[in-house]
């Protein structure tokens, strides 16, 4: 089911994003693995219905996803190292 909202969240949508903005990098790099794996998950859904091109843009999204998920996780190294060494 496609919904329009996040179920659970009665906040905006600009809101969200500036909550998970917060998050520390590590934990946003997670988030953003899940979500790269569902959308992944759901290419392959509509790869079986035969819905090759929607498909084929789903998995596209799950790769750069997961290119963004690994940039984070850099962030939360650099930004980690920085704490314990540097003092924060």
């Known amino acids: 089911m ?7 969240w009665t906040g905006s949508l600009q809101q969200l994003a ?3 903005g917060r998050m520390r990098y590590d934990k946003l790099s997670e988030l953003i693995d899940l979500l790269a794996a569902d959308l992944e998950r759901q290419a392959m859904l509509n790869r079986e219905d035969n ?3 929607l498909a084929s843009v789903l ?3 799950s790769v750069a996803l997961i290119r963004s998920a690994t ?3 850099a962030a939360w190294e650099i930004d980690g190292r920085t ?3 540097d003092g924060g």
């Open 83 to 85: 704490l314990t060494h």
């Open 59 to 61: 998995m596209q999204t």
């Open 71 to 73: 940039a984070m996780q």
């Open 18 to 20: 500036e909550a998970i």
């Open 2 to 8: 496609n919904l329009d909202h996040v179920e659970g």
């Open 51 to 53: 819905r090759q091109r």
